[in-house]
């Protein structure tokens, strides 16, 4: 399945991504028209590929409908997410997708402006990127209805929570990388107050496809970008349809590191709750794996039974506890405790194991982004998991 990815490792020029279609969806975008885009996106039921799988049609409408002339696309290529490695891949191989997608996305919404965020830990990525944006604009494609497309690269040296949106936006006005509570949403106010769309780089380059082939066969498809890591023998980032079953990623990622067995899987990187070895076989779509417990998000690490899973729980709860922005006494706080409490060995007692849920449970909605929930989250499932016999009332806390 090459939709999205080309199969060539080097970045692909403009000549080779017109040769697979590229940029028909654009001229088709243009010919259709803003509205007709919209609907296109939202009958294509592509959610956002940067983690929080927001309906990306929804997203434009609002942006669309939000009062004011001035509009902006952020295309978001910061991708800090442990394990996750799809993104940087494709903005250095496929960089014309991802400015088509952006291209589409801008004139959907009525943005004359494309920001293009780039973590700047990926010289490959920014390269591929300025090429491309040359490229392009020598071949026409930034004369749009609406006039001729700012298009600004903006490679930043990355924090993690500069990927969360709002921070993102700060990063992009000189401030420090810190969120805001929201509302406002970057939709209604966003960049230099403006309407806002945020937009994953991968979600883009889906939304250049789907203008490409039409709703109906990019949804038969359903490519997503997986980016496999942890205990398996050949980690990397596989273009497959949404539901392709985790067992069947692993065998294509040359099966687990040396014959181990299968444990457990974060199915969306550390931002999502661990699921335990019945997860093997689990289809990799939205549906089912919020229904088995957890999400999908930018990248699936897997854990073999050689992997302590005391050890997984604190490397995440040290990573959280790393990375907070700072903003908050209670995520700062709240983040180092917990990577202080969780135990330093598979032996967990009822009791600990309920103080920590209890601890995890007490700091949900505290913060004021989704940073302290998550690693809150995080570590209440993954002593659950970690308890042979499953979570321990919260109430068993002394
Ligand atoms: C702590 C944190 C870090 C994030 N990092 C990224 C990131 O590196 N890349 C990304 O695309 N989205 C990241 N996000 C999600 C963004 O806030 C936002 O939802 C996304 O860029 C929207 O694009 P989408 O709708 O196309 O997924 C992060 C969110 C949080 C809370």
Known sequence: MAIVLPSEAAREELAAYRARGGYRGLERARALGPEAVIAEVEASGLRGRGGAAFPTGQKWRLVRAAAGDEKYLVANGAEGEPGSAKDRLLMARAPHAVLEGALVAAEAIGARTVVVYVNDRFPDAVASLGAAVAEAE???YLDGPL???RIRLVPETHVYIAGEETALINVLMGRPAVPWHKPPYPSERGLDDRPTAVNNVETLAQAAAILRLGAEAWRQSAPMLF???GDVARPGVFERPLGTPLARLIEEAGGMADGQAFRAVLPGGYSTPMLGADALHLPLDYESVRAAGSALGCSLIVVGERTPLWRVA?????????????RCPTCVRGTRTLADTLPAGEDLSPEAAGALILQAQRLR?????SFLDTAARFAETAVSAMSPAGAPPADAAP
């Open 147 to 149: 006039g001729r497309m």
């Open 314 to 326: 604190r490397d995440v709860a040290e990573f959280f506890a790393r990375e907070s922005c700072g």
């Open 138 to 140: 020598a071949a026409g």
């Open 365 to 369: 909605h505290k913060g004021i982004c």
């Open 227 to 229: 980016s496999l890591s």
